[in-house]
């Protein structure tokens, strides 16, 4: 079969690999001309490339890509249309809508199996993971992806997926600004909501557009709430006037290996729905909820305490002021890391708000999804911040200035730069257990 994706960003890629994947004959393009080709299975030594003033052409086996314009002809004879989320509601996405070749319309298996969807600003990778596994040790054949923040293929690999194998749960990650996408392309029987939280709102306006548009998604549908939301109660009496059924939780009362009150929250949550599903659609047996979350480790990149000579050593992704905020309420940190957001976004530099509340004797900055230390800067100016500043352009320069820390009590690495924060947790973890070998031998 043939498809054609309009629109190469990050969900754009994901779903060329998975149809490719699959077999499909795959025609993409995107109007802007500098697409990164990184995490596509091409290079420039492997393709014909037919560049044409602002156009270019890249053709390989059963591959073509148009930069700087879309080819009509091909994407009309398609058999199936890929949107990226990220144009869901404007007028392209409503003329493919209605023609019914969106690919969640030409395959559909996927909205015959129970689905679970987990959304909000933070926690949602976690509580899926934690979800995931509760599931699994119930015998279930789960199929988990979406977001592809959260390390997911993509939701077009679940639709595919989907066709192809027999699953008893499909269990989703939706990130906030996708909702209406994932609301038309997949039949939810279940939506949970982490949080809500200060970021994305680049695309969302306020909270109140954000809340609007959580609206629409909860609508008729079975929702998972905090019982205690930090978001306002109005907001919550507004979910559970359009929502079919609300079910509220709170922190577990298991003993969970994961640090803080956030993660006891998403420990809650996915009990808490899978005690749902063991009234209302098929057994669980406690022990096993239980035991899944009393197991459960650290998601990669996600918060994980590691240990260097004196000190706990905080790290882990937390892109957004509430994600940080939660973070340095419960611990005071000597020294705190944190990795830079894109240059378009300026919301995201509110984190450091929160860091200069927290009053650490030293930030030290480090490029983190781009090099925006200057506007780190800049606003730790503004926030006339008079401790030390320090900059750590890459993986040795950080390694070095957690040594030079490594005798205080306890310090974070975080803020954003996912693939950036697992290079480092990954490098600290082979000093700590190298250094935990070379006692345990003196010993």
């Not at 969640?104 to 909000?120: A, L």
């Not at 998604?217 to 109005?234: H, Y």
């Not at 994600?323 to 300026?346: C, Q, S, Y």
């Not at 993986?395 to 306890?410: G, K, N, Q, R, T």
Request: hydrophobic fraction near 35%.
């Amino acid at each position: 079969m043939k498809a054609a994706i309009i629109g190469l960003g990050v969900e754009g890629k994901k779903a060329l690999n998975s149809l490719l994947k699959h077999n499909w004959d795959v025609y993409a393009s995107d109007l802007n001309v500098n697409i990164k080709m990184d995490n596509l299975p091409i290079s420039l030594a492997q393709v014909n490339v037919s560049p044409s003033k602002d156009k270019i052409t890249f053709q390989k086996d059963n591959l073509t890509i148009d930069l700087g314009f879309n080819n009509q002809e091909i994407i009309n004879s398609a058999d199936a249309v890929v949107l990226s989320p990220s144009i869901w509601g404007s007028r392209i996405a409503e003329h493919y809508k209605n023609s019914g070749k969106l690919l969640c319309d030409v395959k559909t298996k996927h909205r015959d199996i129970f689905t679970i969807g987990v959304t909000g600003t933070n926690g949602k990778t976690t509580t899926v993971s934690m979800i995931k596994e509760i599931l699994e040790n119930a015998g279930k054949n789960v199929l988990v992806g979406g977001n592809g923040g959260g390390g997911f293929e993509g939701y077009y690999d679940l639709i595919l997926e989907a066709d192809e194998e027999e699953y008893d749960v499909l269990l989703i990650e939706v990130c906030d600004m996708t909702v209406g996408f994932c609301r038309y392309c997949f039949d939810f029987d279940i939506i949970a909501l982490t949080n809500m939280g200060n970021d994305h709102m680049d695309v969302h306006g306020s909270m109140e557009g954000y809340k609007d548009s959580l609206k629409e998604f909860f609508k008729d549908k079975t929702i998972f709430l905090n019982k205690n939301p930090e978001f306002p109660e109005s907001f919550k009496e507004e979910f559970i006037g359009i929502s079919k059924n609300t079910i509220e939780y709170g922190e577990t009362d298991y003993e969970i290996d994961l640090f803080g009150r956030f993660n006891r929250l998403n420990a809650g949550l996915s009990q808490s729905l899978s005690e749902y599903i063991n009234e209302n659609v098929f057994e669980i047996d406690e022990e096993i909820i239980k035991t899944s979350l009393e197991n459960f480790k650290p998601v990669k990149g996600r918060l994980e305490l590691l240990k260097l000579n004196d000190c706990t050593i905080y790290i882990g992704k937390s892109d957004n002021s509430d994600a940080i905020k939660v973070i340095l309420d419960e611990v005071d940190f000597t020294a705190i890391f944190i990795g830079t957001p894109r240059h378009n976004e300026n919301h995201r530099l509110d984190i450091l708000n929160e860091v200069v509340n927290a009053n650490p004797d030293a930030i030290i900055l480090f490029p983190g999804l781009e090099d925006t230390l200057d506007q780190a800067i800049y606003r730790l100016g503004l926030l006339n911040y008079d401790g030390r500043i320090e900059i750590a352009n890459n993986l040795d320069e950080i390694v070095a200035f957690v040594a030079e820390f490594s005798h205080d009590p306890a310090i974070f690495i975080g803020g954003n730069g996912q693939e950036t924060i697992i290079k480092i947790q990954d490098r600290l973890r082979e000093i700590a257990d190298s250094i935990n070998e070379s006692d345990y031998e003196c010993d």
